[in-house]
């Protein structure tokens, strides 16, 4: 699965390509391309011009789980992608007493990684 905008894979595990649905007119794209699009706390879908109004930005757009789970990821968790990311079977999530974490984490201006840069470009 490509986001249709950049052309490049969706990755639950890389915070950029992270596909979102726009709400208004459930267009998906990545998170990266989301960010570009986004004005004034709105996002003009680049495919139909429709305008969907963010909350506290890109961030609060919806994750597109019908992607993640098509490309057999799950949404990973930052201190989960330390060393298997690539094996990591994406499965169901393991440890769920750390459900929270994924909203705590999308509140930071970035994902803070220090034992693992595997999502960078
Ligand atoms: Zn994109
Ligand atoms: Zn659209």
Redesign the pocket.
């Known amino acids: 699965m490509d ?1 249709q ?2 052309l ?1 894979k969706y990755n639950g595990n890389s915070k950029n390509r992270i596909p979102r649905i726009l709400k208004k007119c459930g267009h998906t ?2 998170h ?2 989301l960010k570009k699009q986004e004005e004034d706390d709105q996002i003009v879908c680049p495919f139909d011009r429709k305008v969907t109004r963010l909350r506290g930005g890109v961030k609060s757009l919806t994750k597109n789980f019908a992607i993640l789970d098509l490309i057999g990821q799950e949404p990973a968790y930052p201190r989960k992608s330390k060393k298997h990311t690539e094996d990591s079977d994406g499965s169901e999530k393991k440890d769920s007493d750390d459900d929270d974490d994924d909203d705590e984490e999308e509140e930071g201006v970035r994902i803070q990684q220090p034992d693992s840069d595997e999502d960078s470009e």
């Open positions: 986001c905008i950049c490049q794209m990545c990266q391309c």
